[in-house]
T-cell receptor
Framework: DPKIIQKPKYLVAVTGSEKILICEQY?????MYWYRQSAKKPLEFMFS???????DNQTASSRFQPQSSKKNHLDLQITALKPDDSATYFC????????????????FGPGTRLLVL | GDSVTQKQGQVTLSEDDFLFINCTYS??????LLWYVQYPGQGPQLLLK?????NKGISRGFEATYDKGTTSFHLQKASVQESDSAVYFC???????????FGAGTRLKVIA
């Protein structure tokens, strides 16, 4: 059974619209992340949440808003979509380490491929 | 800031060839270094991980050595198979951090 579920697998949107990308993890992890992968850039960190609190936001645009309704959910709302937002968005999760040197592995979901026309 | 460089965009080999994928990194910390593999239509999967506590990681016939002197973390495999065809990403996470910094990826194609 998949441990990290991302829905939908594919998404086509028109410029200016709003979409929500869903992520659920069943690994019992307390930290969740969003990354973006496009043809122009490698896998790029966007957000991290720990115990449902935002820890880091590396996304310049406020059009991207993570939403965590439950400990194992971290959805990504994208508003005013632009063609440049076309990419594959990956959700990941990990168990926060016990100390700064204990970096636990991040596990990635299968991704949502977004195409903005 | 932290960065990871993979200069080889694509590598094409025949089965049983030796694989070497170059990865160098730049950071002011002592990072954890990782290799992820991504198959078509899937998310990246951890291949191996090395911390400052150990120099070498080995998994599924792949190995990578953490070289602080040359700030390199090259991936090697003695004999590749067609099933190894995938994209390989080198990544680092700085000490006390959780943000993974990925290289551009190297697409490996193995011809039977």
């Amino acid at each position: 059974d998949p441990k990290i579920i991302q829905k939908p697998k594919y998404l086509v949107a028109v410029t200016g619209s709003e979409k929500i990308l869903i992520c659920e993890q069943y690994l019992g992890h307390n930290a969740m992340y969003w990354y973006r992968q496009s043809a122009k850039k490698p896998l790029e960190f966007m957000f991290s949440y720990s115990y449902q609190k935002l820890m880091d936001n590396q996304t310049a645009s406020s059009r991207f808003q993570p939403q965590s309704s439950k400990k194992n959910h971290l959805d990504l709302q994208i508003t005013a979509l632009k063609p440049d937002d076309s990419a594959t968005y990956f959700c990941a999760s990990s168990q926060p380490g016990l100390g700064p040197l204990n970096q636990d592995t991040q596990y990635f979901g299968p991704g949502t491929r977004l195409l903005v026309l | 800031g932290d960065s990871v460089t993979q200069k080889q965009g694509q590598v094409t080999l025949s089965e049983d060839d030796f694989l070497f994928i170059n990865c160098t990194y730049s950071t002011t910390t002592y990072p954890t270094l990782l290799w992820y593999v991504q198959y078509p239509g899937q998310g990246p999967q951890l291949l191996l991980k090395v911390t400052t506590a150990n120099n070498k990681g080995i998994s599924r016939g792949f190995e990578a050595t953490y070289d602080k002197g040359t700030t390199s973390f090259h991936l090697q495999k003695a004999s590749v198979q067609e099933s190894d065809s995938a994209v390989y990403f080198c990544a680092l996470v700085a000490t006390g951090n959780y943000k993974y910094v990925f290289g551009a990826g190297t697409r490996l194609k193995v011809i039977a």
